[in-house]
């Protein structure tokens, strides 16, 4: 779903707007992913018009077992913000880095051709959530551990201390 911040008149509000999504780019979806959101506008002095976007999500998704390749399913679910500034905007508040304006570009994000995407900005949030290392159970890997030692031949001491 795309956001075209030009369409926002007055004191049109997106409020609390749930959908859900079938398919989303790099993820395995096991249900379909819920998003709920709402925006609103606020204009800052030196900066202009401010989208400011509040998005909760949760999903379901497959991912492999690092050890033995089972299909396990995490549960991820979380909320965030962020704030945009049309393109105009944002080139001015960059160029005006190094002036004693006192208001940190990174807090702003670009929406490109005045538009803010909903569910790629989710996409985001989920890939830095998601665990990259995922196990199907604990056992599956003090399995693997207890395998690597007893092939190095390490002092079997050595080895039940490892596995704490
Ligand atoms: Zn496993």
């Known amino acids: 779903m795309k956001l075209k911040i030009y369409d926002f008149k007055g004191d049109q509000n997106y409020n609390n707007i749930n959908f859900e999504v079938e398919k989303i780019d790099d993820l395995d979806l096991k249900s379909p992913l819920k998003i709920n959101f709402s925006l609103k506008r606020a ?8 989208f400011e976007i509040n998005i909760r999500y949760s999903c379901q998704i497959k991912v492999e077992c690092v050890r033995c390749l089972k299909v396990i399913i995490q549960n991820l679910s979380g909320d965030f913000e962020s704030k945009f500034i049309d393109s105009k905007n944002y080139k001015r ?41 995922p196990v199907c159970s604990v056992s599956c890997e003090d399995d693997s551990e207890i395998e690597k030692y007893k092939d190095n031949g390490i002092d079997q001491r050595w080895a039940k201390l490892l596995e704490l």
């Open 43 to 50: 204009f800052v002095e030196e900066v202009g018009d401010v």
């Open 93 to 133: 508040l960059t160029k005006q880095l190094d002036s004693e304006i006192e208001i940190e570009p990174d807090l702003f994000e670009e929406a490109h051709d005045g538009e803010i995407d909903v569910v790629e900005l989710v996409r985001e949030q989920i890939l830095l959530e998601v665990n990259l290392y």
